[in-house]
């Protein structure tokens, strides 16, 4: 029902900047909570950052709070994920994600996930 197609990763040194973007299909998606989420090979998926569906509510994980910021542009029904003084540790694949309103209230869950995009930071 509802689909989401990450974009922006690249390669990029150490204390470089990308803006990642997360494209969702239906207007729906405007009321869902959205996350970005990471995972490196060989280590555990890791929660990067969220924000509510009226932009008035974000958290971040600590290792990137003050770099990352996330932010949604609901007409576009787009969420994005602004990475600045990036360190090798980012490298990962992101992945955004998306929860309807009772699901995340209620359980933390999220429904929707997309296919991830690469980030590769040299040092």
């Known amino acids: 029902q509802v689909q989401l197609v990450e974009s922006g990763g690249g390669l990029v040194q150490a204390g470089g900047s990308l803006r990642l973007s997360c494209a969702a299909s239906?207007?729906?998606?405007?009321?869902?909570?959205k996350a970005w989420f990471r995972q490196a090979p060989g280590k555990e998926r890791e929660f990067v950052a969220r924000?509510?569906?009226?932009?008035?509510?974000?958290y971040y994980a600590e290792s990137v709070k003050g770099r990352f910021t996330i932010s949604r542009d609901n007409a576009k029904n787009t969420v994005y994920l602004q990475m600045n003084s990036l360190k090798p540790e980012d490298t990962a694949v992101y992945y955004c994600?998306?929860?309807?309103?009772?699901?995340?209230?209620?359980?933390?869950?999220?429904?929707?996930w997309g296919q991830g995009t690469q980030v590769t930071v040299s040092s």
């Open positions: 994600a998306a929860g309807d309103p009772i699901s995340y209230n209620d359980n933390g869950r999220f429904d929707y």
């Open positions: 239906g207007r729906t998606s405007n009321v869902y909570t």
């Open positions: 924000i509510n569906w009226s932009r008035t509510s974000t």
